[in-house]
């Protein structure tokens, strides 16, 4: 037993909600720096972060939530988490709802007492402590950080204590990195949720810790009904975790979503007894796109040159070449000198235009 219980507060009370702990329906989301630097959605800015995405995850579910760096994740969990304000409706007019419990993911802060978010900022600013915000770097000792939610749920806070090997009189400036990550998942999990978001938090933990965390999730969610959704690039001990998985594409939208059994290349993965499958899913999948860019990127290239053969007046290159021409009954045909002349700008060759007369002489 370490230290104090107290009766824990009552929690806001969350109305009946159906079958879907997450219900996510057409979102769509763009950032765009506020005056303040804030974070708003906005239709008119082309430059999408997520497209039309819809996500059903029962009660009770563990999703893996797959994507290349800058697919989205990160964001899609802090809109799930309340971090960003979404609009109801989307660019084109239809109806878009984010919400999770049953409640809109951003305004009923009901789900703040129901829904844990854990991310990898933890540590880089402050938290509430006895009232005030102090840096996490400072010298506190772990039994002093959110004193009243260790005290509330005792046998859950003796459970995490054992499960992560945290010390109660560890002091906060003297921890490893893989420490501080233990006490971050310790006080994100103390307090029972329904709903818990991980944004690629197990990075620093070692080999037992992070075992050991997982197979606390899925009791978790077995015998709690709390729902899942674990973002990440790491897929050691991954294999028979989830229950469904949502690969998100590098254009923002839904690649593939539903649950592990209806995956065939998965259950290929697994009747073969192939030894990392959703590693080897993962990397078939981002492997595609980086594969569909390179084309995409030759592709660009070929007609690039191309609108050169076809315009052979303007062989520069650079921004708006080809373009000049526009209307070509406006545009005077350059005579042969000034031909020459923009090939020696671009080599930087001014002796060009000299040789030319020089050869006409
Ligand atoms: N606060 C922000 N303001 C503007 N753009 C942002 C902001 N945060 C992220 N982005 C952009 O949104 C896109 C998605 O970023 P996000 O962090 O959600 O990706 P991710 O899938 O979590 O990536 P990673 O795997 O690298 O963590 C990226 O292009 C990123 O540059």
């Known amino acids: 037993m370490n230290g104090e219980a107290t009766k824990p507060k009552p929690l806001p009370t969350i109305p009946p909600y159906g079958p879907n702990a997450i219900d996510i329906q057409n979102l769509t989301f763009t950032y765009l720096a506020g005056a303040n630097g804030s974070s708003l959605s906005t239709p008119e800015d082309a430059n999408l972060v997520l497209e039309k995405l819809n996500l059903n995850l029962g009660t009770g579910s563990r999703c893996l939530l797959i994507g290349a760096n800058g697919s989205g994740k990160s964001t899609l969990l802090r809109i799930l988490a309340g971090r960003h304000l979404t609009k109801s409706m989307d660019p084109e007019g239809n109806p878009s709802a984010t919400k999770v419990l ?60 054992d499960m992560l090997g945290i010390d109660l009189d560890w002091r ?36 037992c810790v992070r075992q050991d965390l997982l197979r606390w ?14 973002a990440t690039h790491i897929f050691d001990g991954l294999d028979e975790w989830a229950t469904h998985l949502y690969y998100l594409n590098n254009r923002g939208q839904c690649g593939w979503q539903g649950k592990m059994q209806d995956l065939d290349v998965y259950q290929k993965l697994k009747a073969e007894a192939h030894p990392c499958k959703m590693l080897a899913i993962a990397e078939h999948w981002l492997r595609q796109e980086i594969n569909e860019a390179k084309a995409n990127n030759q592709k660009e290239k070929a007609q690039g040159a191309l609108a050169h053969q076809l315009d052979p007046t303007d062989n520069q290159g650079g921004f708006g070449s080809g373009r000049l021409k526009i209307n070509p009954t406006a545009v005077e045909e350059p005579k042969q000198e000034q031909r020459q002349g923009r090939l020696s700008d671009m080599m930087g060759n001014s002796g060009v235009l000299d040789k030319v007369r020089r050869v006409g002489n």
């Not at 540590?123 to 039994?143: E, H, K, T």
């Open 217 to 230: 999730l899925v009791r978790e969610s077995d015998n709690r009904g709390a729902t899942i959704i674990y």
């Open 102 to 161: 049953g409640l809109n993911a951003f305004h009923d802060t009901r789900l703040n007492f129901h829904r844990a978010y854990l991310d990898c900022d933890w540590g880089m600013r402050n938290v509430a402590f006895v009232g005030a915000a102090v840096p996490l770097m400072a010298d506190i000792p772990v039994r002093n950080m959110m004193q009243k939610l260790q005290a509330s749920y005792p046998e859950r806070r003796d459970e995490l204590l």
């Open 172 to 207: 906060m400036h003297q921890l490893s990195d893989g420490q501080r990550r233990r006490v971050q998942i310790f006080l994100g999990l103390v307090r029972p949720f329904q709903i818990l978001l991980l944004d690629e938090i197990t990075t620093s933990l070692d080999v």
